[in-house]
Every structure is written in C-alpha cells, then in structure tokens.
C-alpha cells in the first residue's frame, strides 16, 4: 500500500501537467494515442542519459566544492545531456509527424517527453528516499522539468512555422539547456550561503517565460483564425412553419 502511495505522489504532478498542456491545446488537439508514445519516449530518454551519463562519469571526475567544475557539471553532463536526449525525440521523431501542424504543438509533445523523463525520473527518487522527497519535488523538479521542455516546444514550434526558420531547433536546445543547468549549478552549490535562491528565481523566470510562450503560439495557432471566422459568420434565421 506505501509503495503504490508513493507511485500517486510521484506520478500524480507529471499527469497533470501534461493534461494542463493538453487542455490548452484549445483549437486543435492532438491524438491521445500519439501523446502516450511521446510520455513513452520521455521514459525512454532516461536510458539516453544514463548511457551517455555513464560514459561521461568514466573520464571526468567533479570537485564538489570546486565552482567552476561544478558549472561544468551542471550545464554540460547534466543539463545539457538530459535535455539532448529528450531533444533527440522531438525533434528527430515527433517534429517529422503529420499531427504537428501548428506552433503549439511544439510545446505539447516537448511537454510530454518532458512529463515521461520527469515521471521515471520521480519514481526513483521517491521509492529510494520516500514521501518528503515526492511532496518536495512536486513544486520544485517536476514544474522545473515542465518549464524547460515548455521552452524547447516554443522554440521548436518556431523553427517549423516561422518561415521555416530552423535554426530555431538549436535555440531550443540551448535554452532548455540554459535554465535547466542554472536551477541545478544553485543545487550542486547549495553549501554556499543562500545559494539556493538562485534555484527559485531559476524557475520562477522559467514558469513566467512558458506562460508567455503558451500564450503566443495560441494566438499564433492558424487554427485560431479559422475558429473566429466560423465564430463570425451569421447564423440563418429559421422562420416558424405556416399554420
């Protein structure tokens, strides 16, 4: 019974995020069975990182204390590496997909292998050190995780419908990239004084960008347009039959 508690709070947050995304998918949403391969591959990236991760351990070692080597920590094995792997999916299997036909949707399927790499992710950590841990992360990793493939999707739905700009994919990447190693260097730093607020205002910068983000590619969607020009045209009157 613990175990399948502990299964809620770590699954719970990721489930809702992604049905939060999903909903504001407003004007033309995207198939459930797609949606679960994307949650699917976000799983599947973990495998990515731990590989790549493994490697990469082999032949660096990080000081601690050492700031500098802990920047390189965070920005380039860590942050750099788990949001590649994710990357890897998006935009080299699901950018490539008929259904992604609108800027949102970059977002909707960043946000899903996001919420697939947070929720296997979350599972680990809370099994191995419990409740307090699963209740924390909630509001800190999962939303952080949220936030950074919330970036990624925005960036990606440029590169595909702003005049075929793709060299917006690297910007994807380099900003997912960006916040992500900024929230983790204030972690592995958390030894120096109030360190730690750098974390917060990491995220808090990130939640206040993917909202932005969310709302320019809704009003960016074409499929907005054509729902107020159906919204727009007049309705016929129907006249009462004769007696």
């Known amino acids: 019974m613990e175990a399948l508690v502990l299964l809620g709070i770590a699954t719970a947050p990721c489930v809702a995020i992604g049905l939060y995304i999903y909903l504001n998918d407003k004007h033309e949403r995207e198939p459930i069975g797609l949606l679960l391969r994307a949650y699917l591959y976000g799983v599947l990236s973990i495998g990515i990182t731990y590989v790549i991760s493994k490697q990469i ?43 992604f036909n609108e800027p949102f949707d970059g977002i909707v399927y960043s946000v899903m292998v996001g919420m697939g790499f947070a929720t296997f992710e979350n599972v680990l950590y809370v099994l191995n050190e419990g409740f307090s841990v699963g209740v924390l992360r909630m509001f800190t990793a999962v939303p952080a ?44 730093v958390s ?18 960008l993917s909202k932005k983000a969310i709302l320019i590619h809704q009003i960016a969607s074409p499929f907005q347009v054509r729902y107020e020009e159906e919204s727009l045209k007049p309705v016929e009157s129907v006249e009462p039959p004769e007696k």
């Open 145 to 188: 995780h949220a936030c950074f493939a919330v970036l990624m999707g925005f960036y990606l739905g440029k590169a595909k419908f702003d005049h075929k700009k793709g060299y917006y994919a690297f910007y994807a990447l380099g900003v997912a990239t960006l916040f992500h190693g900024a929230y983790d260097y204030c972690l592995f």
């Open 191 to 208: 030894w120096m004084p109030g360190i730690w607020i750098g974390t917060i205002v990491a995220l808090a910068v990130a939640i206040a």
């Open 57 to 99: 351990n082999r032949f660096i070692t990080i000081d601690e204390k050492d700031l500098t080597e802990q920047a390189i920590h965070a920005f380039l094995i860590v942050a750099l590496v788990e949001e590649t792997s994710k990357f890897i999916f998006v935009r080299g299997i699901l950018y490539n997909n008929v259904n």
